[in-house]
């Protein structure tokens, strides 16, 4: 009997102890969560100042929003443009960058309703992280492989287009965040129609933006354009056409 009580309060202490040692483990990776978020934002804004520097001339300080509307004024011609076509195709440009982020991540991460706090720059780093659990660090081996497969064959189809996953994913961010996105997705505008033309779009982007960008730009619009072949959705989808959270 003495024995018995032994082994059971041993039993006892070992499962207060695994308890502990799992709680402290989930505390742990959360933690290292938060450290990779804080080393993934200091990256996106060295990237940002680094391609701030490419666009604005050596000797000039960092252009503000108005800067860049003043300097995209002429087209590549020399013929000036109205500067409410170039701010309207600067929000479109932004609104181009923030839909292809969105086309990648929702046809990779198939399985998630909120897509919150994912980035197209950290894409491998996330499928990692979700299909690790966070309390025993047991890893879904089926669910990892079909995530990347997914990524592979996506950036596989991309690339034949121009797209460069160590650059452009960055080039998105920045233009989304240079530019913003457009207010109007869901109301019934004249220019909505002509926003979902690929040759309107392309049109615009070669006489509003500026010339040192618009060959990346063009990238991620036929990017796009791509996508919305394979889905049979519009160019510019409503955030209720994706996930609730993009």
């Known amino acids: 009997m003495e024995n018995t009580n032994i082994y059971s309060c041993d039993e006892e202490a070992f499962n207060m102890e695994s308890s502990r040692l799992l709680a402290e483990n989930a505390q742990l990776r959360k933690m290292m969560g938060l450290m ?3 080393v993934e934002l200091r990256c996106v804004l060295k990237d940002h100042e680094r391609k701030a520097q490419i666009i604005t ?24 443009i109205d500067p409410e076509k170039v701010k309207k195709c600067q929000r479109i440009v932004g609104e181009i960058a ?5 086309r990648i991540l929702c046809a990779i991460f198939l399985e998630q309703q909120r897509l919150y ?27 990892r492989s079909e995530l990347y497969q997914r990524y592979n064959q996506i950036m ?6 121009g797209y460069n996953p160590a650059v452009h994913p960055h080039f998105t961010e920045y233009m989304v965040n240079t530019y913003g ?5 869901n109301a ?3 220019d909505l129609s002509s926003y979902n033309d690929p040759q309107y779009l392309n049109k615009m982007i070669t006489e509003c933006m500026s010339s040192d960008i618009v060959k990346d730009i063009i990238i991620i619009l036929n990017c796009l354009v791509y ?20």
């Not at 923030?98 to 969105?102: E, K, N």
């Not at 596989?156 to 287009?161: A, F, G, P, V």
């Open 36 to 38: 990779q978020e804080n």
């Open 57 to 80: 001339p050596p000797g000039q300080h960092k252009k503000d929003h108005n800067d860049l509307k003043e300097e995209a004024k002429m087209v590549n011609s020399g013929t000036q």
């Open 98 to 102: 923030f839909q292809l982020d969105r």
């Open 117 to 143: 706090g994912y980035r197209v720059p950290f894409i491998k780093e996330k499928i990692i992280e979700v299909t690790t659990s966070p309390t025993t660090g047991k890893v879904d081996e089926k669910l």
């Open 156 to 161: 596989d189809e991309l690339r034949k287009l």
């Open 181 to 185: 996105i457009t207010k109007d997705r």
């Open 188 to 190: 019934r505008t004249k």
């Open 227 to 246: 996508f919305a072949r394979e889905d049979g959705k519009s160019l510019l989808i409503s955030p209720s056409s994706s996930h609730s959270s993009v």
